[in-house]
């Protein structure tokens, strides 16, 4: 019986070895595992990471693209804006322009110089309207007014018996686009006496 218990024992010392190998060896399987998904794992987060940031790239190239795409369409646009500003004004100048070139005609079949000067007159009257009611040019600078060194340029001065500087002379009007100054006005100033 002893020998049965020995055997018994060594049996028994044996299972337990072959269950400690198989344990270890079981566990040494599954810590292969755990660092390959691990690793596969790590392999996959790089791999979306790069994904990613070549998603990111190519929107930022885009972006970059239709960015450019626009400046240059507002530069386009800017510089037509620029280059028929004033195509409303011509097309409007046009009627003035024939009208001149009407009267340069009966000009060379005319014998009266009064009906030239009514029909030039006429012209200009059109064409200053024209200008005020559409583009609110208004022109001044009268003889008379005050004057005043932000809207009238003196291009001389006479001593005079006035209370105040007035215009004596208006050789060229002055003309404003609604508050802003196109042209000053070239005067002569007649100033108060010393």
Known sequence: MAEETQNIETQTEEKVENQTEEATVQAEEESKEQTEQAEKSAEDKIAELEKENADLKDQLLRRAADFDNYRKRMLKEKQETFDYANANLLGDLLESLDNFDRTVEAASTASDVKSMADGIKMINK?????????????????????????????????????????????????????????????????????
Do not use: C, W
């Open 126 to 194: 059109s064409l200053v309207n024209m200008l005020e009611s559409k583009y609110n040019l208004v022109g001044y600078g009268k003889v008379g007014d005050s004057f005043n060194p932000d809207e009238h340029e003196a291009i001389g001065r006479v001593e005079e018996d006035v209370k105040e500087q007035t215009l004596k002379e208006v050789y060229l009007k002055g003309y404003k686009l609604k508050d802003r100054i196109i042209r000053h006005a070239k005067v002569m100033v007649s100033v108060p006496k010393a």
